[in-house]
Each structure stands twice: as structure tokens, then as C-alpha cells.
């Protein structure tokens, strides 16, 4: 980097904060930024300019809070498509006003040019979002609109996904402290999804979505959360949606001329309802150090498939630094191939440090699990499936973080009955900012 340049920044952003960040693994992705799918890059630069809260815009443009986050990533990329090596790049920008503290605007756009392993030439996903907390008194409501767009230039397409939502929560309690045990809430989700002949459509398809687009889904949820006490919570949410999709079928009808089979493809929309209800109590004791939480999920869809899911814990915290769980968490399955049971306690040990000489914060995470099976075609094991989950994060003085992640599945064969692994999957990450 150019040492003029950043001397410049300085100057001008004495609080902000400049990062040079060189990243070194062989799996990296970016912490800001869940579109970057940069896989074995080892060269990789970042730039980043920020302040969550800068005085001199909100004293000159009279606000409560005004913040903003931009950042320039530079890496070499190879696109699958046609395996040629180039530069590629991310844009980030998000600004964030509060004309007063009830109310958040905020703005974001990411811009992701030839992502590494990915056919995807480049691709925009911008976003409003506004926030009002407790405006008027007891009202809660949060909206968000996203879009995502993708584009192919050497398919000459493109496509793009349209996300809307609204969330509302009310607090009773608010305005008569007898309804301060309740709390009512409710939201609505859209999604489009759209296939564009073109990598360049416009505005008004990307913005609003066709009016023929390949999936679209719409759901809306009801809930309340009700507090029997201070220690007890529960929760209670009910979505019903629906789901449509462009299915191509085949449709073959004889020739009246040449007296043959002729096929024709065609697009028929599939529509299928959904539902979802989600149930929670959890109960803290001993001054909060401990909890008991058990739920219950049951989600639908078309009246073929169920899923059920259940799950019974109990979290002990040992000290400020160390915490046990244990609980049993089942899954009762039903679709059209029949019936699958799951049911298996498990076991987790949690350890986290922060500030000792060595280092600014560890942590680590031991979990093993242990299930059962049986239902329509499950041939019994002789043995549980054992699922082992680790993962310890740390940051080292001065400025390196390192996370591995580790998982690890074991279970029987069903014929021989000797043991193997079955599955095993591990990531190690190592940041180092300069």
C-alpha cells in the first residue's frame, strides 16, 4: 500500500480505524461479508474506514446517532467457468442515521466481482432497513427490503432475489401494567425469485420482481411471549405460508399430420402450503446461573411431510469461566417413503477465558451426542450413532486469532457391525491483522 496514502487517511479520519488485514489458511472467508466464497487464497487485502458514531456529521446534520462502515478487499480469483485467473474484489458500505433514538435508518450494498471458484461474473445485493423501538410507547416495528443479483455474462443471464419483510412486536405493558406478563407479536415475509434472459435486466424486474417469477413465497406469523415471573419465559410462534414454483414438465400429444408422438416442454406453477409452529419454556434459577429450557417445533408442508422436534436441556454454570449442558433432543419425521424416529441424549462443556497474559480471549466448546434410529426401512445398529462437535477460538497478543472447528460422526456397520467413521469434516482459520 502506498505509505502517502494511508498517511493522507489519517489525517483526515484521525477516529477512524485504517485496517490492513493479511489473511493466511487454507479456508478463508470474510468475517462482513457472507457472499465472499474466497476458498484457498492466500493473498488477500482488505482497507477498511469506519465510525460507529461520528459527532461532527450529526452536529452539522442535527441527529441523534450518524455511523458508517466502508471497506475495499482485493484477492486473485479463478472462475470456474473458465478457469482463468484474475483479480477480484469486494465493495462494502453501510451508513447508519437516527434522527432521534427511537428511529434507525440504515443503508447497505455489497458488490462482489468474480468471486473465486464460482461461474458468477459479479453480483450486487443493496438493502434498506428501519428500525422503531418504542415509537409510539410499547410499539416495536422493524422492516427490510434486500435484493440480490446475479449475473453470468457468459450465459448471458442473470438472476435475482427480492427479500421484503416486517416484523411488529407490542408491549402491553406498556400502557397498563396488567398486561406487562405478555407481549404480542407478529410478522410477514416475501420472497421472489426471478431468471433473467440477459445479464443486464432492468431496473424495474430487479427492483419489484416479474410477475411471472421461477419461486415465490409468502408467509406470516403470530406469536406471544408470556412471563409467568422473571425467571419463566414462554413462547409460543405460528406461521402459515405458502410456496410457488415454475415445475417443467412434458407434455405429449400425437401429430395429426405426421401421425407421431410429438413432446413439448412447458412450465406449470406448483403451490404448496406450509406451516410451522414453535413452542419454548425456560425457567433461570439459582440467580440465573442455571436454566431449564425444553421446546417443541412441528413444520409442515403440502399435508405429506412433517417434521417434529423436540428437545429437553439443562445448562449449569459451573463459574465465570466454565459451563456444563445436558439434555435429550429427539426428531419424528413422515413423508411419503414412510417413517424415521431419532432420540439421544447429549453432553457439552463450554470454557471461556478472557484477558489472562497469554491471551485476550479463549474459548472452547466440547459436545458429544449420541442417537438412535428406527422407522420404515432403518436397520437397527448395534451400537448408538456418536457425534463428537469441537471447537476451540482463541486470540493471541497482540493481534492473531486462530479457530479450528472439528466434527466428527462414528457409527456401526449395520451388517458387520464394526465401527467407522462416517463422516468428518475440520476448518482452521488463522487471522492476523497488522
Known amino acids: 500500500i502506498d505509505t502517502l496514502m494511508l498517511r493522507t487517511l489519517r489525517a483526515l479520519y484521525p477516529r477512524d480505524t485504517l485496517d490492513t488485514i493479511r489473511i493466511l489458511g487454507d479456508s478463508i472467508t470474510l468475517r462482513r461479508h457472507p457472499s465472499d466464497t474466497i476458498n484457498s487464497q492466500k493473498d488477500k487485502l482488505t482497507l477498511r474506514l469506519y465510525e460507529p458514531s461520528a459527532p461532527w456529521a450529526e452536529k452539522m446534520l442535527h441527529v441523534s446517532n450518524l455511523g458508517y462502515d466502508f471497506s475495499y478487499t482485493t484477492y486473485t480469483s479463478k472462475n470456474m467457468t473458465t478457469a482463468i485467473t484474475g483479480d477480484g474484489r469486494v ?7 437516527a434522527p432521534i433514538r427511537q ?6 450494498e455489497t458488490y462482489l466481482k468474480n468471486p473465486a471458484n464460482s461461474p458468477i461474473t459479479q453480483s450486487f445485493a443493496p438493502s434498506v432497513q428501519v428500525q422503531m423501538l418504542d415509537f409510539p410507547p410499547g410499539v416495536e416495528l422493524y422492516g427490510d427490503y ?21 416484523n411488529l412486536i407490542l408491549r402491553p405493558g406498556s400502557w397498563w401494567k396488567g398486561l406487562s406478563w405478555m407481549s404480542p407479536r407478529g410478522s410477514i415475509n416475501q420472497t421472489i425469485t426471478n431468471a433473467f434472459v440477459g445479464a443486464r435486466p432492468s431496473t424495474s424486474a430487479v427492483l419489484r420482481g416479474e410477475a411471472d417469477p421461477m419461486s415465490r413465497s409468502l408467509s406470516r406469523m403470530a406469536g406471544v411471549y408470556i412471563y409467568p415471573s422473571t425467571d419463566m419465559l414462554f413462547r409460543t410462534e405460528n406461521t402459515w405460508g405458502v410456496t410457488e414454483n415454475k415445475v417443467l414438465l412434458d407434455s405429449t400429444f400425437l401429430d395429426t399430420v405426421t401421425l407421431s408422438d410429438t ?3 412447458h412450465y406449470r406453477n406448483q403451490r404448496t402450503p406450509t406451516f410451522k409452529t414453535f413452542d419454548d419454556f425456560s425457567w433461570w434459577f439459582n440467580d440465573k446461573r442455571d436454566l431449564w429450557q425444553t421446546n417443541y417445533t412441528l413444520t409442515t408442508a403440502g399435508g405429506t411431510v412433517y417434521h417434529h ?8 454454570v459451573v463459574n465465570s469461566w466454565l459451563t456444563c449442558m445436558q439434555g435429550v433432543a429427539s426428531n419424528y419425521d413422515v413423508d411419503t417413503n414412510g417413517k424415521v424416529f431419532k432420540i439421544g441424549p447429549n453432553a457439552s462443556v463450554s470454557i471461556n477465558r478472557n484477558n489472562t497474559p497469554w491471551f485476550k480471549r479463549f474459548s472452547m466448546t466440547n459436545t458429544l451426542s449420541l442417537y438412535w434410529y ?23 497478543r497482540p493481534n492473531m486469532e486462530i479457530s479450528y472447528i472439528n466434527l466428527l460422526t462414528a457409527a456401526t456397520d449395520k451388517l458387520t457391525h464394526d465401527w467407522m467413521i462416517a463422516n468428518y469434516q475440520g476448518n482452521l482459520t488463522v487471522l492476523v491483522t497488522f
Open 309 to 316: 422436534s423436540a428437545y429437553t436441556r439443562f445448562d449449569n
Open 91 to 97: 465493495l462494502y458500505g453501510q451508513i447508519n442515521i
Open 103 to 108: 428511529i434507525t435508518l440504515s443503508g447497505q
Open 374 to 396: 428406527s422407522g420404515t426401512g432403518v436397520i437397527k445398529a448395534a451400537a448408538p450413532e456418536v457425534d463428537y462437535y469441537f471447537n476451540v477460538s482463541t486470540t493471541i
Open 146 to 166: 434486500q435484493i440480490n443479483l446475479a449475473e453470468f455474462a457468459l450465459a448471458d443471464s442473470s438472476t435475482n432475489t427480492v427479500t421484503r419483510d416486517a
Open 263 to 265: 413432446t413439448v416442454q
